[in-house]
């Protein structure tokens, strides 16, 4: 089956540092891949995406990469801001051969950042 | 106004009570998910529905039970409540008419609470 996997959480960095966190996945067919951000108290928003191999996905100086050939999608941030402190979802959609998604998303387990001044 | 909105936001209910939780969405989509999330799980998928005659079981239906009233309103039962259905439920859109332009978006709304004592 479809599955993602995060790296270990949760992850504590000073304002400005760099950030990366990893993801990789399995898929049963041609994945698109997803970063979606949870901050306090609200829901998921899409972060940024990437639907073909070798595309970067980008959005509020956040960078995804997907790398076909490692199966990964690793997320990076050259410099984090206290606002930046949410949980983090790598995600997939997998879609068929005829082009069309199944239109469920699998989630990896989700990756708390805290940023400190 | 939210495009997404979920009620209650909050609920605490007793084990063997029966319990709706309701969403709503103007965003004119036509497919739908109810996800639930717990700590160090990310987000797993409940059931989805693809339109008002398409309702679909996802990876943990057991225990819950789905109403799709109208395009705009999907409904998610637990017909008798048990402790380890304490969660936080997510509702989803996403437009299957966007191919190829984010068909595999989803849009979340902000989250249900739920307490089972």
């Known amino acids: 089956g479809d599955s993602v996997t995060q790296m270990e959480g949760p992850v504590t960095l000073s304002e400005e540092a760099f950030l990366t966190i990893n993801c990789t996945y399995t898929a049963t067919g041609y994945p698109s891949l997803f970063w979606y951000v949870q901050y306090p108290g609200e829901g998921l928003q899409l972060l940024l995406k990437?639907?073909?191999?070798?595309d970067k996905g980008s959005n509020k100086g956040f960078e995804a990469t997907y790398r076909k050939e490692t199966t990964s999608f690793h997320l990076e941030k050259g410099s984090v801001q206290v606002s930046d402190s949410a949980v983090y979802f790598c995600?997939?959609?997998?879609?068929?051969?005829?082009?069309?998604?199944?239109?469920?998303?699998?989630f990896g387990q989700g990756t708390i950042l805290t940023v400190h001044p | 106004d939210a495009d997404v909105t979920q009620t209650p936001r909050n609920r605490i209910t007793k084990t063997g009570k029966r319990i709706m939780l309701e969403c709503s969405q103007t965003k004119g989509h036509d497919r739908m998910y109810w996800y639930r999330q717990d700590p160090g799980l990310g987000l797993r998928l409940i059931y989805y529905s693809f339109d008002v005659k398409d309702i679909n079981k996802g990876e943990i239906s057991d225990g819950y039970s789905v109403s799709r009233q109208a395009q705009a309103k999907f409904s998610l039962s637990l017909e008798s409540a048990i402790p380890n259905q304490t969660a936080l439920y997510f509702c989803?859109?996403?437009?299957?008419?966007?191919?190829?332009?984010?068909?595999?978006?989803?849009?979340f709304g902000p989250g249900t609470r739920l307490t089972v004592t």
């Open positions: 990437a639907t073909k191999a070798d």
């Open positions: 989803a859109t996403s437009d299957s008419t966007r191919r190829g332009r984010g068909e595999y978006e989803q849009y």
């Open positions: 995600a997939l959609s997998v879609i068929n051969a005829g082009g069309t998604s199944y239109g469920k998303l699998t």
